[in-house]
């Protein structure tokens, strides 16, 4: 995806990963892997972490890197509340739910 193939995850420069390689990782991610992106992304996030850690990669770049979009979006359930009120469902309490693309 980063590489085109020439290279796997033992021999990526972890360190050298920037936000416009972040993201695009992050938008294959929500597509191709919907339901397991976030835990994937959290891992990502976590190596570069350690790459910050070990000043492998300075604190600028480190920040524009890990600023990738969460595979989810939240829904404020007052909204889902109000259409189900109009369509004569139970009322329920005010609550975020977060959903996964």
Do not use: P
């Amino acid at each position: 995806m980063v590489t085109d193939g020439s290279c796997d995850a033992l021999t990526l420069n972890w360190a050298a990963l920037r936000y416009k390689h972040t993201a695009a990782v992050g938008a294959v991610m929500s597509e191709k892997y919907a339901t397991t992106a976030n835990k994937m992304l959290s891992a990502l996030r976590g190596v570069l972490k350690t790459s910050l850690r070990l000043e492998l990669m300075d604190v600028y770049d480190y920040t524009r890197a890990v600023d990738i979009a969460i595979c989810s979006c939240v829904l404020d359930f007052t909204l889902i509340l109000i259409q189900m009120r109009s369509k004569g469902a139970r009322r329920e309490t005010n609550r975020n739910i977060s959903f996964v693309l």
